[in-house]
T-cell receptor
Framework: DAGITQSPRHKVTETGTPVTLRCHQT?????MYWYRQDPGHGLRLIHY???????DKGEVSDGYSVSRSKTEDFLLTLESATSSQTSVYFC??????????????FGPGTRLTVL | ELKVEQNPLFLSMQEGKNYTIYCNYS?????LYWYRQDPGKSLESLFV?????AVKQEGRLMASLDTKARLSTLHITAAVHDLSATYFC????????????FGTGTRLKVLA
């Protein structure tokens, strides 16, 4: 299994509070991704990173920010959590550019509930 | 805008039967991926399909890709209960971006 961990695994918070989710990898992969999974929507990309300090938006980036100061860590921040951000969040990693497969490997997920 | 559609969304089938899950996508893409997700778990990679006509098989599952029709299929042969899960297909969003667009998933339930 790819070495990906996410923390926390479960979190309950209140509307308006800041929340940071952490993704940590031991594979030295260049690409890292944050997705959210909601019933009826599959997985949707929030933000991704293609290197240290290099990030870009996905299809549902509003209300989220990310940072990557080290290859192994990719942080997702909800500056002011809302109930619509209640979801399961998955981190994924992908090998170096040039791989013919560009396969993404997923972390265990974080279940976030915003009350 | 790239869209990925799967059908059916839900599938209940008897053990021993065969069935196919379809994945249609709206624009040209070089690569297509199939994942499996068990309830409350993460996504597990099943297949990576890289070219037109690609076919891959693992146990009772076989995936194929027709890039001209923008269609991939996941065929289940002689289903068993352990195959009960949700199956997702995903497509590279655009060449060079390494971003996936996922289908909404097919929830498969195999009845004993």
């Amino acid at each position: 299994d790819a070495g990906i961990t996410q923390s926390p695994r479960h979190k309950v918070t209140e509307t308006g509070t800041p929340v940071t989710l952490r993704c940590h990898q031991t594979e030295n992969h260049r690409y890292m991704y944050w997705y959210r999974q909601d019933p009826g929507h599959g997985l949707r990309l929030i933000h991704y990173s293609y290197g240290v300090k290099d990030t870009d938006k996905g299809e549902v980036s509003d209300g989220y920010s990310v940072s990557r100061s080290k290859t192994e860590d990719f942080l997702l921040t909800l500056e002011s959590a809302t109930s619509s951000q209640t979801s399961v969040y998955f981190c994924a990693i992908s090998p170096l550019e040039g791989s013919p497969y560009n396969e993404q490997f997923f972390g265990p997920g974080t279940r976030l509930t915003v009350l | 805008e790239l869209k990925v559609e799967q059908n059916p969304l839900f599938l209940s089938m008897q053990e021993g039967k065969n069935y196919t899950i379809y994945c249609n996508y709206s624009t040209t893409s070089d690569r297509l991926y199939w994942y499996r997700q068990d309830p409350g778990k993460s996504l597990e990679s099943l297949f990576v399909l890289l070219s037109n006509g690609a076919v891959k098989q693992e146990g009772r599952l076989m995936a194929s890709l027709d890039t001209k029709a923008r269609l991939s299929t996941l065929h289940i042969t002689a289903a068993v209960h352990d195959l009960s899960a949700t199956y997702f297909c995903a497509v590279d969003g655009a060449s060079g971006t390494y971003k996936y667009i996922f289908g909404t998933g097919t929830r498969l339930k195999v009845l004993a």
